[in-house]
């Protein structure tokens, strides 16, 4: 991926020809490691190739069709679900290629062992049966999937700490909170006391379980919020992948009264207009939300039927551009038609299988063109659409009508005049980033020296103006900490995110942008 930081610093000195020589036979190295380890074993050799070309067959029909193994089917649903049984570790790679201990998540096994720590190398992993995973040889990809499968409860990790030192240590899976699926609220708290939410996926409840999904959890978090007296409310979706396109309809619901939110077309069904069925709004402040290129599916989907609705000021870049829907079936299920998800614990495999597009109430369609923002914030780096993928399908609209009554006219000139303004007057947020898509031709340089050169100009344009002070204290609650079961893991997952927000320059439009909305309607 063509993409840096924004506090990235590119040194030359760091890619000496010595460095740039150890770093092509580290690659070297890991390569043939992992292409031996693979050959070395006929049963994981078969299964790779197998895998291998279903996923690019699956392709071919569209991106979003998929194969999935069994561990890719317990890595799917641990991301779009608010629980899962984890060891408490992320994982990463270090400058060497190795797979290293990113993050300890507070209060999970490998936190609460108290022998391990962040840049710890992973040497290998040794199940219960003896079988073991050698990690010197796996891809970053194949070891989080392989933690996360549900033959893998209970292992002996072979660490090697900073100083050498080698341990084994013995952990077991527990049952923890998904940290990028909770739903934490916080309140801005400046000129007006602003909530903010960021809602990472649209998870739901795979196991028809008491816990709910997202729709619920964002309900229970805004009728907090509202106890504050927050005079507004930024919802961010920022990388929000999508998910269950149903909780989607039920955040919707949340801010318009009834009426239709979208269409829905698929395979085995009449085209049905998806409706809000429950009279009332939850939250009828002023409401801003915040998206990017990365924001796709469902999230797109809440976006545009908030701004068909004229219910809220969409404010960022444009969106991804995916307006299809998929259903996953166990591989071997020939007659399976009712749309839903499928775990069946006997299955060995299963397909994610594009069934259906979705639309705007209006009809039209945000496939490869994605939603546009009424407020436009420049993207740093390089925009991944929908577009760029070679077998996506086309734009297509629908003529079936679907009835609703929108808000009023927001002020979409008035905020958009204003926050060009703060773009030449404020340096909290950048307008002078840069993104590919504004350069009609782009000449990439690929020497060294050279392309370090290019890097800093292009993506680092006037970043050296220092962090800029946010326009509000961020502040949480107790109710907030109450998600977390353990009080210092709540503590430092709350902290961190505080600080985020804090220095966030998206955060600080946004909040400028709900000022200037407060300020029109008084």
């Known amino acids: 991926e063509c993409m840096l930081s924004n506090d990235s610093v590119l040194n030359v000195e760091d890619f000496s020809a010595q460095k740039r020589n150890e770093a092509k036979q580290n690659i070297i190295k890991n390569e043939i490691c992992r292409l031996e380890s693979k050959i070395s074993d006929p049963e994981s050799f078969e299964k790779y190739v197998h895998s291998a070309y279903l996923h690019s067959v699956a392709y071919a029909f569209d991106p979003h069709t998929d194969y999935f193994s069994g561990e890719d089917m317990d890595m799917f649903e641990s991301m779009l679900s608010k629980e899962s049984s984890t060891f408490g570790i992320s994982l990463a790679v270090d400058e060497n290629y190795r797979i290293i201990i990113d993050k300890l998540i507070p209060g999970g096994p490998a936190w609460d062992s108290e022998l391990l720590n962040e840049e710890d190398i992973i040497l290998k992993v040794e199940a219960e049966n003896g079988q073991q995973k050698n990690f010197e040889c796996i891809k970053l990809i194949d070891a989080i999937i392989y933690l996360a499968s549900e033959e893998l409860n209970k292992a002996t990790f072979h660490i090697r700490k900073k100083n050498g030192k080698e341990l084994k240590v013995v952990l077991e899976k527990e ?151 998929q259903i996953i079936l166990p591989i071997d299920a020939y007659n399976y038609f009712n749309g839903f998800a499928v775990d069946d614990p006997d299955a060995e495999a299963y397909i994610k299988l594009t069934t259906g597009v979705f639309f705007r109430v209006t009809g039209k369609s945000h496939q490869k063109e994605g939603v546009l923002p009424d407020v436009e914030l420049s993207e740093n780096g390089y925009s991944y659409n929908e577009s760029d993928l070679s077998t996506s399908m086309d734009n297509i609209s629908t003529e079936k009508k679907a009835w609703f009554k929108p808000f009023n006219e927001l002020p979409l000139k008035m905020l958009n005049e204003r926050s060009k303004a703060r773009f030449k007057t404020e340096s909290s947020f950048n307008p002078s980033i840069k993104s590919f898509r504004n350069e009609e031709k782009l000449t990439i340089p690929l020497g060294i020296h050279t392309f370090q050169e290019f890097a800093n100009s292009f993506f680092f344009e006037g970043s050296e103006k220092g962090e800029e002070t946010a326009p509000y204290e961020v502040s949480s609650f107790d109710f907030t900490r109450s998600t977390y079961t353990d009080e210092n893991s709540s503590n430092e997952i709350i902290n961190d995110a505080s600080e985020n927000i804090s220095k966030d320059r998206y955060i600080f439009e946004a909040y400028y942008i709900m000022n200037d909305l407060i300020d029109y309607y008084k």
Do not use: W
């Open 175 to 325: 049952v923890l909170s998904v940290e990028e699926n909770i739903i934490n609220s916080f309140i801005l708290k400046g000129q007006d006391d602003i909530g903010y939410i960021r809602l990472s996926t649209f998870y739901a409840d795979f196991d028809y379980s008491s816990t709910g999904g997202c729709a619920e959890d964002l309900a229970k978090e805004i009728i907090r919020l509202k106890r504050q007296g927050i005079k507004g409310l930024i919802l961010d979706l920022r990388d929000n992948g999508g998910g269950a396109l149903g909780e989607a309809v039920k955040a919707a619901g949340l801010f318009i009264d009834f009426g239709a939110v979208g269409i829905l077309d698929t395979r085995y069904d009449d085209i049905t207009v998806l409706k809000d069925s429950d009279r009332g709004i939850l939250f009828n402040e002023p409401l801003v939300l915040l998206m990017n290129s990365a924001s796709a599916s469902a999230s797109e989907f809440l976006a545009a039927a908030l701004q068909d609705h004229n219910r809220a000021v969409i404010a960022g870049s444009r969106s991804f551009g995916k307006s299809t829907s």
